[in-house]
């Protein structure tokens, strides 16, 4: 347990840390299903728990090969040049406890500890972790994927109507979902590829239940993801929800590896050991983050307005 649980007998003493055991594993078991973040952003756990930083080099190549001569000698240089960044480690905290009338009301009638603020609190941690890791903490200095700096804007078009998915045609939203998905081809040249489309809710549900014609048999979504070369993911995220300029909503598009991006969690969740505090146990919940890292700006895209 970690701690000499001094205010109760050696029989609550046993009953609290069984019933802890048992909440704790309970916790770790519970299941989370709304909070994308971890899902549709590849976790990396390689820096260690307690850094302060995590540091990594963006490299590029310069120069370019030539045709030459049978006895040529000025053949062309190329090199590689990298530049260094940092991002921020952070801790999230929340905790939960039992008062010593509460364990010993629970031992009395045979039933087992109140699990529901456990769940609480890991909740709790898991959803500033997810917050974080799409809008970042300024205040920290850690960065989330929604405002990543550097990253390739597309402008959506207005055929008259707006730019608003509510006021086009099904094929007009088609093309914007195209549009954002060639933005990245294009700037990259074909070197990048996105694999993954994410929209606020509304704008999802919009393309998951509009036919794509007229007694057409399939969704704008559906026909969008038979026929693009490119993306094989779409989901929803309430945080694109407002998250473009002025207000307006977000969508966005990026190749989800962890050699394109990561987010960084050198602490995933975890309980320590029990503390007592006056007639009162404590259980203190942890996670680290360092927000996320995008290793080629250019291969995420996002477009307001929609």
Same mark, same amino acid.
């Given at each position: 347990?970690?701690?000499?649980i ?20 309970? *916790? ?6 709304q ?9 990396? +756990? ?19 090969? $030539?045709?030459?001569?049978d ?16 991002? $921020? ?12 009338i509460?364990? #010993? ?10 699990? #529901? ?15 974080v ?9 850690i ?9 390739t804007?597309?402008?959506?078009? +207005? ?5 608003e998915?509510? +006021?086009?045609e ?11 998905v ?22 999802f549900?919009?393309?998951? +239940? ?7 048999? $399939? ?21 694109l ?13 990026? *190749? ?29 919940c942890?996670?680290e ?18």
């Amino acid at each position: 347990m970690g701690t000499d649980i001094t205010r109760l007998d050696a029989g609550e003493s046993a009953f609290f840390a069984r019933e802890l055991e048992y909440v704790k594993r309970k *916790t770790y078991d519970q299941k989370l299903k709304q909070l994308k973040a971890k899902m549709l952003i590849p976790v990396s +756990n390689e820096a260690p728990s307690g850094i302060g930083e995590i540091t990594w080099r963006r490299y590029d190549a310069v120069g370019i090969a $030539k045709i030459i001569s049978d006895y040529a000698k000025d053949f062309p240089r190329v090199d590689i040049y990298g530049t260094e960044e940092t991002a $921020k480690v952070h801790g999230i905290g929340a905790a939960y406890g039992y008062s010593i009338i509460e364990i #010993r009301r629970s031992r009395l009638v045979g039933k087992r500890l109140e699990q #529901r603020r456990a769940t609480a609190a890991r909740r709790s941690v898991e959803e500033k972790s997810d917050s974080v890791a799409w809008n970042g903490d300024p205040d920290y200095g850690i960065q989330g994927l929604i405002d990543y700096p550097g990253i390739t804007e597309y402008t959506v078009p +207005n055929p008259g109507s707006g730019t608003e998915f509510i +006021n086009k045609e099904p094929l007009e939203i088609l093309a914007d979902l195209n549009g954002i998905v060639t933005a990245v081809v294009s700037v990259t040249n074909g070197v990048e590829s996105p694999d993954t489309l994410i929209l606020p809710v509304d704008q999802f549900e919009l393309i998951n +239940n509009t036919p794509i014609g007229d007694n057409a048999d $399939k969704t704008i979504l559906t026909f969008f993801l038979e026929n693009s070369r490119h993306i094989n993911t779409v989901e929803w995220v309430v945080e694109l929800a407002g998250a473009g300029a002025g207000g307006t909503d977000r969508m966005m598009v990026y *190749t989800r590896d962890e050699d394109h991006l990561t987010l960084e969690i050198p602490q995933p969740f975890e309980q320590f050991p029990v503390q007592q505090r006056a007639m009162e146990f404590e259980i203190m919940c942890h996670e680290e983050t360092g927000g996320v890292i995008v290793y080629y700006p250019q291969a995420v895209a996002y477009a307001d307005g929609i």
